[in-house]
């Protein structure tokens, strides 16, 4: 079985400063990870996904993610964060093959003060 | 750039009402998702589709849940029987292959039975 764990419900970061969303991920095989955004009243958007190959992964807007095995982590991070980051984001796992039965973690809210 | 789009934006029905949520997937997308997500909780998995026919479920997608690709565009998700813990946010998903091909995700139909 497969699960997520995203630490913070809630991360407020001021405007240009690092931001970093935790993600702790449990997979009984090889996964594919994922992170995807949600804007306000819109659908999930997908920021970047690790597939097995290089471990540090660039995404959109910035963003980028390490995938440790050791410490089964994706965290996500920005350097400097933007008041158009403020959003939903979410971290999923899949095993995998066929149809991807996404298992998501529960959310990061990610507020920008300016 | 194509999108997932669903009909209603918002569907507000009484306990013991059919709803039929409806999506038209990317147009040369072969697999098709929902995904629902109850206020407050994580994203859940209810069922992916692929060559006509469902090609995995979970255990959320009881006898009450129904899917169906009427034509070459729509992609339907119906509830025969609606409960009060079906109200949630109901999202389409589609993507080009299965494996590790992102989820282009809709923005989302709420609903709220009362």
């Known amino acids: 079985a497969q699960s997520v764990t995203q630490l913070g419900s809630h991360v407020s970061v001021s405007e240009g400063a690092l931001v970093l969303l935790r993600c702790n991920y449990s997979s009984s095989v090889p996964p594919y990870l994922f992170w995807y955004v949600q804007y306000p009243n819109q659908g999930l958007q997908l920021l970047l996904k690790y597939t097995s190959a290089a471990t540090l992964v660039k995404g959109i807007n910035g963003f980028e993610a390490e995938f440790k095995k050791s410490e089964t982590s994706f965290h996500l991070t920005k350097p400097s964060a933007h008041m158009s980051d403020a959003a939903e984001y979410f971290c999923?796992?899949?095993?995998?093959?066929?149809?991807?039965?996404?298992?998501f973690g529960q959310g990061t809210r990610l507020t920008i003060n300016p | 750039e194509p999108e997932v789009t669903q009909t209603p934006s918002h569907q507000v029905t009484q306990m013991g009402q059919e709803v039929i949520l409806r999506c038209v997937p990317i147009?040369?997308?072969?697999?098709f998702y929902w995904y629902r997500q109850i206020l407050g909780q994580k994203v859940e998995f209810l069922v992916s589709f692929y060559n006509n026919e469902i090609s995995e479920k979970s255990e959320i997608f009881d006898d009450q849940f129904s899917v169906e690709r009427p034509d070459g565009s729509n992609f339907t998700l119906k509830i025969r029987s609606t409960k009060l813990e079906d109200s949630a946010m109901y999202f389409c998903?589609?993507?080009?292959?299965?494996?590790?091909?992102?989820?282009?995700f809709g923005n989302g139909t709420r609903l709220t039975v009362t």
């Open positions: 998903a589609s993507s080009p292959t299965g494996d590790n091909s992102p989820l282009h």
């Open positions: 147009s040369n997308h072969l697999y």
């Open positions: 999923a796992v899949s095993p995998g093959g066929g149809a991807q039965k996404l298992v």
